[in-house]
């Protein structure tokens, strides 16, 4: 899968989980970093690692960044 759109990570909700969308689509909720990094790379997009998800463009954080977990 190849996104044009940014892959949005939205703020934490009450358990501090965050849903992760591409393209439109929730495909998940993460609990942490890596775990945005496993549901991007079951997506498809494989060349993302946690430095990645950190720092990339194609991600908007929503409500805090990567080191941004509690509600």
Not at 33 to 54: P, S, T, W
Request: proline letters at 6%; a negative charge.
């Amino acid at each position: 899968m190849t996104t044009t759109q940014p892959v949005v990570i939205y703020p934490p909700d009450e358990d501090g989980g965050r849903r992760v969308r591409i393209d439109g689509a929730i495909l998940g909720r993460a609990l942490s970093v890596k775990d945005v990094v496993a549901i991007l790379q079951d997506a498809g997009l494989r060349a993302f690692d946690e430095n990645c998800v950190a720092y990339s463009s194609l991600i908007e954080w929503r409500g805090g960044g990567p080191d941004h977990w509690a509600h």
